[in-house]
């Protein structure tokens, strides 16, 4: 195979890295400070690009102020599961968030169906990248299309200021003291309730931006975020769950792992991260950044 | 989960309690076929066994598998490919039920030594891994196509083209497969997994070594996934990618939680209930995937123990 295919293969890479490295953040952030399991990620990264292309058809909304508002409605409509169904199952085992969120999960994906049948008379819609980033551009070496760079710059930038918050701030301070000993956080007059709360907004809003930014790339369908959402498991056990750090380099790195070993040997595509997840347990059963369990 | 003292008056009152499933059980087995299409009923049976043997592992053994159709579907697979090649039905199903049992051995070394979500997920991704495996290699699995029109062979008299004589004989292989089950759990080896659930470290301070436990029922309730997924295949005839989807690891949660986790008769409540559901909705055009999502929210809400484990609360009282 000649150099230029291979990078060619490694810039996709990235860019489906970056979708995996979006989303398995949100789920390190949400499962790092709550102990949910989500498994509606994938359904809210849909309903991320759902939402960008209906705010499109109903009030002509481009791309760019989809890009602030669908985060912010998805994170809205994941604070409101938060509030009304999730901090039920507060205390009992967290497979029970789990197999909420799974039926969530199918309830949303036939929901949005129904409604795109209905409403739009169609399946699955394309969606139009802004005409500032349509067209290519050539980097010397290799010629690349100018979305998908731009979602790769994006994708890593959200990483570095999520990571910094919550590593590096007051916010992030309060809300790792929220998770680490709520009593205690509590005794200080932090409402540690609405933090949580927030949390899971913030984590469920990065997969609605994930969302929108796959529109323009995959096209909106009811089910975009289903066989996404597995693999995104797949990174944040080969990560190390509720790691952040590990979540965002893993994401990237199964990325660019996975269309390299596509483009040697194509049937391998989709079982490589599967594969490289066996063998990671193998040697490390809590992953590559995780502490051991029960060192939590 | 208290553990009550196990007095002899207690003890032979839960065996009537038993007795009374048992038989209750039994006799709508029995008629099932002429209340309903036998093919859908031959889908209780397997659906049933497959719950039967999921709640081996989530309720007796405290781990949710998020990946049981890797053996149900593996061996739906196995089976159908060896029904194709002109092999007897017994021969097909048990060739099935080894294989999936195969697959488990090295998916079982790698996830029992994870506890909670992470051996949810774990298992999750072995059985994604089978499912591409069950895409690609068409040779063997028809990829996208499925397996279909493979024979049936009679076997020792019995001509499975009707579907009734195909319902009886799924129901006697059903209740070798419950009869296993049932026997694992009330034997000491079932006891001792129970304690393993409850408390790791206690079991293991009393000799018991957990993650061997674990690994073996692991393997009984793969091996009983497999049974029952030759069952399906039987039943059907069409074997197709959703075999060893996600949604149908996910499925057999949703019916287990609804009959009842650890009761053992619950989950094939379950599995008849949620299929005359879907049944339902489909014949009436309604969208299965907003009900049954509903369903499903409902019942982790609001109604975890599920229609036997409620019924039985209500007689404690």
């Keep these: 195979m000649n150099t230029q295919l291979l990078l060619i293969q490694v810039f996709n890479g990235l860019v489906n890295g970056a979708f995996y490295a979006l989303l398995s953040l949100g789920l390190a952030v949400i499962f790092g400070m709550l102990r949910i399991v989500n498994f509606m990620h994938g359904a809210l990264y849909m309903l991320?690009?759902?939402?960008?292309?209906?705010?499109?058809?109903?009030?002509?909304?481009?791309?760019?102020?989809?890009?602030?508002?669908?985060?912010?409605?998805?994170?809205?409509?994941?604070?409101?599961?938060?509030?009304?169904?999730?901090?039920?199952?507060?205390?009992?085992?967290?497979?029970?968030?789990?197999?909420?969120?799974?039926?969530?999960?199918?309830?949303?994906?036939?929901?949005?169906?129904?409604?795109?049948?209905?409403?739009?008379a169609v399946s699955s819609a394309p969606y139009t990248p802004p005409a500032a980033l349509s067209?290519?551009?050539?980097?010397?070496?290799?010629?690349?299309?100018?979305?998908?760079?731009?979602?790769?710059?994006?994708?890593?930038?959200?990483?570095?200021?999520?990571?910094?918050?919550i590593e590096k701030t007051r916010v992030g301070a309060i809300i790792r003291a929220s998770t680490e000993n709520p009593n205690v956080t509590r005794a200080f007059g932090i409402d540690v309730g609405k933090w949580v709360t927030g949390v899971f907004g913030v984590g469920v809003g990065l997969a609605g931006l994930a969302g929108v930014l796959a529109a323009p790339i995959y096209s909106v369908e009811p089910y975009m975020g289903a066989e996404l959402i597995i693999t995104t498991f797949a990174?944040?056990?080969?990560?190390?769950?509720?790691?952040i750090l590990g979540s965002v380099v893993t994401g990237f790195a199964v990325g660019v792992l996975a269309a390299v070993g596509a483009a040697l040997y194509p049937p391998i595509a989709n079982t490589l991260v599967f594969i490289l997840m066996a063998l990671v347990l193998l040697v490390r059963p809590s992953g590559l950044f995780g502490l051991p369990e029960g060192a939590r | 989960m208290t553990v009550l003292p196990r007095t002899a008056a207690r003890t032979s009152r839960e065996r009537n309690?038993?007795?009374?499933?048992?038989?209750g059980l039994g006799i709508i087995l029995l008629v099932l076929p002429r209340l309903i299409y036998p093919v859908l009923a031959l889908d209780i049976l397997a659906w049933g066994?497959?719950?039967?043997?999921?709640?081996?592992?989530?309720?007796?053994?405290?781990?949710?598998?998020?990946?049981?159709?890797?053996?149900?579907?593996?061996?739906?697979?196995?089976t159908a490919f060896l029904l194709s090649h002109g092999q007897s039905v017994p021969v097909a199903m048990l060739g099935g039920t080894g294989a999936a049992l195969l697959v488990a051995v090295p998916v079982a070394f790698l996830s029992v030594r994870s506890v909670g979500i992470y051996f949810s997920m774990i298992t999750l991704a072995f059985a994604q891994m089978l499912s591409f495996l069950a895409l690609q290699w068409t040779d063997v699995t028809g990829g996208e196509n499925g397996l279909q029109g493979f024979a049936r062979?009679?076997?020792?008299?019995?001509?499975?083209?009707?579907?009734?004589?195909?319902?009886?004989?799924?129901?006697?292989?059903?209740?070798?497969?419950?009869?296993?089950?049932?026997?694992?759990?009330?034997?000491?080896?079932?006891?001792?997994?129970?304690?393993?659930?409850?408390?790791e470290q206690r079991a293991q301070s009393i000799g018991y070594n957990p993650t061997r436990f674990k690994f073996t029922a692991f393997l009984i309730s793969a091996g009983l996934a497999g049974l029952a997924g030759s069952l399906f295949t039987f039943g059907h005839g069409v074997v197709s990618l959703e075999v060893v989807n996600w949604r149908t690891s996910g499925e057999v949660v949703m019916m287990t939680l609804l009959g009842g986790t650890t009761t053992l008769f619950g989950p094939v409540i379950g599995a008849g209930l949620v299929l005359l559901l879907r049944d339902v909705l489909t014949t009436a055009n309604l969208p299965v995937g907003i009900v049954t999502g509903l369903v499903f929210v409902l019942v982790v809400l609001f109604f975890r123990r599920g229609v036997v484990g409620t019924i039985q609360g209500w007689r404690r009282k």
């Design chain 2, 17 to 23: 309690v038993r007795a009374a499933w048992l038989i």
């Design chain 1, 135 to 165: 067209g290519v551009v050539n980097l010397g070496f290799v010629v690349f299309p100018k979305y998908r760079l731009f979602v790769i710059g994006l994708a890593l930038v959200v990483c570095l200021v999520t990571w910094l918050v």
């Design chain 2, 153 to 199: 062979p009679g076997f020792l008299g019995l001509d499975f083209s009707d579907s009734v004589t195909r319902y009886y004989f799924a129901l006697a292989v059903f209740a070798v497969g419950f009869y296993v089950a049932y026997r694992t759990v009330r034997s000491p080896f079932g006891q001792a997994l129970q304690a393993v659930r409850d408390n």
């Design chain 2, 49 to 78: 066994l497959f719950a039967v043997a999921f709640d081996l592992l989530f309720g007796f053994s405290g781990l949710l598998s998020f990946g049981h159709a890797a053996f149900w579907g593996t061996s739906a697979y196995v």
């Design chain 1, 235 to 243: 990174v944040v056990v080969i990560g190390g769950m509720g790691s």
């Design chain 1, 48 to 120: 991320g690009a759902f939402t960008a292309f209906a705010l499109g058809q109903a009030f002509g909304l481009g791309f760019w102020p989809s890009l602030i508002l669908a985060p912010l409605i998805v994170g809205l409509i994941g604070v409101v599961l938060e509030w009304s169904l999730l901090s039920r199952l507060y205390g009992l085992e967290p497979s029970y968030n789990l197999l909420l969120t799974f039926g969530l999960t199918l309830l949303t994906q036939d929901l949005v169906k129904q409604v795109m049948l209905s409403q739009y």
